[in-house]
């Protein structure tokens, strides 16, 4: 893999740094990628080879390239970090074994800081989801404003889960209120580095971090921490795309990634975010875009929507949310929820719990009924002797083998299981 043709310019009202992502050992076509933002921000925007080097390496790594070469200059911090994460993916997914030990990085060794001197502010990332809010309000309440740690800006990108340019605004007009009541300063950041690899699993799995990691350093110029909500606290902490071991391996000389909240679980950090008035009313935890409307960004049906009424409802302040377009739960809305999965079961012993506490059986019922759906040994045997199928056919024929399957499947060749 190759990162050439390093570039800044202006694109109509906004500013843009890109770099061309040539693959040498995969059957890929050359990308570029970009990361933007509005006029009004171009003094934060800088063409940051670390920027492109962080999150190609992971999707080169994933799809077997041997190398990564970049005739720029690399923070060697930066380096050292990014081959520590790249040993951790390698370790944690076993389909890597037949490949190299870790993709080679081929870049000059920065000798200085070219971004000295200039402003620094701490940052975080600020979707509107329950993560994002509590790091925001738990910020808020134990650094004060003048500490170095305190937030003064928040990130909003376009290009990751929210592809629709109607959707995004709709969720930047939320969220500018949310800033606005924070004391942030909203940064939107539009980009396409997630399409170096867009396959859903690898994201969650590997990919979460450096991607939040490379547009962070596109924003160097501006940013001296930038902060990541962790997805899990650490009673339940796995092998996932952002993670402690390797988020804050992500940083360099001049940018600190930090991983934020682990010690909190899901129920206590949505108990922070009820606290915070206009957030309780302006949360956006639902990925259904195609039904966000001005001001309704939750579908209040899906597993990420339910999940944080029950936790609401518990607290005692569903009722008083306008965020979702039902006030109280059934046992046919936990029913007819999507089915849970690896990074979703976790968040349900807790709530099942909270449940009993405020006498709802038949929400319990509804719960108990779920987790039990869930199946987990069935599940642990699937990943340990499928999953790594899955990857060797993703590595050595590009997921051909799967396709092949589906389409089976959609002429009846033979059922699915």
Not at 55 to 74: F, K, P, T
Not at 140 to 157: A, C, M, N
């Amino acid at each position: 893999m190759r990162i050439e043709n390093l570039n800044s310019e202006k694109k109509g009202d906004r500013a843009r740094v890109s770099a061309t992502v040539s693959w040498e050992d995969c059957n890929r076509p050359p990308q570029d990628v970009f990361f933007e933002t509005e006029e009004g921000y171009a003094e934060a925007l800088c063409c940051n080879p670390n920027a492109f080097l962080v999150a190609a390496a992971v999707a080169g790594m994933h799809q077997g390239e041997r190398r990564i070469r970049i005739d720029e200059e690399i923070c060697p911090q930066l380096k050292d970090g990014l081959r520590t994460a790249l040993a951790w993916l390698r370790h944690w997914y076993d389909w890597y074994k037949p490949g190299p030990a870790v993709i080679t990085i081929e870049a000059k060794t920065q000798r200085f800081s070219p971004y000295q001197g200039m402003p620094r502010r701490a940052a975080t990332f600020f979707s509107g989801g329950i993560d994002a809010l509590a790091s925001v309000r738990w910020n808020r309440l134990k650094y004060p404003t003048e500490h170095p740690r305190s937030f003064r800006d928040g990130i909003l990108v376009y290009g990751l889960e929210i592809y629709h340019p109607e959707a995004f605004e709709y969720v930047r007009e939320s969220m500018q209120v949310l800033a606005g009541d924070a004391g942030l300063t909203l940064i939107p950041v539009y980009t396409n580095v997630r399409y170096l690899d867009e396959d859903w699993t690898f994201w969650e799995n590997e990919f979460e971090g450096a991607v939040f990691a490379s547009i962070a350093h596109a924003l160097v110029k501006r940013l001296s921490t930038v902060s990541i909500a962790s997805t899990h606290d650490i009673v339940y902490s796995h092998p996932h795309g952002s993670h402690p071991l390797l988020d804050t391996n992500y940083s360099s000389s001049d940018l600190q990634i930090r991983h934020e909240l682990i010690t909190l679980s899901r129920f206590e950090r949505t108990e922070l975010v009820a606290g915070w008035g206009k957030a309780l009313h302006l949360m956006r935890v639902c990925n259904h875009i195609e039904e966000y409307q001005s001001h309704i960004l939750n579908c209040g049906k899906c597993e990420k929507c339910v999940r944080t009424m029950l936790a609401l409802l518990a607290l005692g302040v569903l009722h008083r949310s306008h965020a979702f377009p039902v006030n109280d739960i059934d046992e046919k809305l936990i029913t007819s929820m999507d089915k849970l999965n690896d990074t979703s079961y976790p968040f349900y012993p807790e709530l099942l719990t909270k449940m009993a506490e405020i006498n709802r059986n038949d929400l319990v019922l509804a719960l108990e009924r779920k987790l039990a759906s869930y199946n987990r040994p069935k599940r642990m045997l699937r990943k340990a002797l499928i999953d790594p199928v899955v990857g060797f056919d993703e590595k050595i024929f590009g997921g051909n083998l799967r396709k092949m399957k589906r389409l089976m499947w959609s002429r009846g060749i033979f059922e699915k299981q």
